[in-house]
């Protein structure tokens, strides 16, 4: 009898998991597509989503999945892989890793970046700083978020200043912001030293 117990208790938490997996995939491709809408200047790629394959035996002690990502061009799914250029890739990159943060980093609200404006063109970049300023916006009463983000395109900062300052819905903007340069010693060496300068968020 123990042992029918515990057969039970496995296939329901088996089922369980299923169906926990199904919810979350259809939760983070809806995030996925909200964002893409919103970042993706280009009409070429409609919307990209994850795609989950189960691979292996069918107990599910062996069963393993198998994510792709996939874009849908004109309602045709085909693998992303391959069939798109270095600025789609990282946007798609960063697209996810949002979704994703969105969707199981409620309680642990640190969100970084680096560089996240690489291989994309100005369209692209407007498009990205308007999600992130969407998210600001979103978890702005929430105490322990924050955004790390490392850029050297100053003009990706100025974008996010104007989609921050054209937002509606009360909340608070960043204070400031770190610039960090180098500069040359002045003691005839020709040695560089870093500064690192606080900047006000309005400046």
Known sequence: MAIQDVDKFHAALDKALLKFHTVKITEINRIINELWQITYRGSDIEGIE???????????????YNYRVAMIKANTRLDMKGRCSAGQRVLASIVIRLALAQTFCLHCGILALDEPTTNLDDENKIGLASALSRIIIERSKQKNFQLILITHDEEFISTMKKELASAEGGFSTPEYYFRVYRELVGDGSAKYVSKIERVAWAL
């Open 50 to 64: 994850i795609v989950s394959g189960e691979e292996g035996a069918s107990t599910s002690a062996k069963r393993s």
